[in-house]
């Protein structure tokens, strides 16, 4: 007997919680990253793994913009997300 994924059946539906959980945890790093990088504990920092990376992007970075931060993507080839680079804009 073939399992679900050997006949080749669609990825299951995301599940709304852990979407939810995916992208407070995600918010959370970048946060983090941002902070880190102001307050100079780091020059770069770099978050891999990133499903929310690009929308992330686009939320934070004015705030990033505003403390002199670059965020730089990594796209994935496969479009589903990316890393990101959080670094001074001198770096």
Known sequence: MESELQAGSPDPKP???ETRRRLASEVQEVRG?????????????TLTGLRFGE?????????ADAEGIVLEPIFW???????????TIDE
């Open 55 to 63: 929308e992330l992007m686009a939320r934070f970075s004015h705030h």
């Open 15 to 17: 599940d709304p919680e």
């Open 77 to 87: 080839p496969d479009d589903a997300g990316c890393d990101l680079i959080v670094r």
């Open 33 to 45: 990253a941002l902070a880190l990088v102001a307050s100079g504990g780091a020059s770069r920092v």
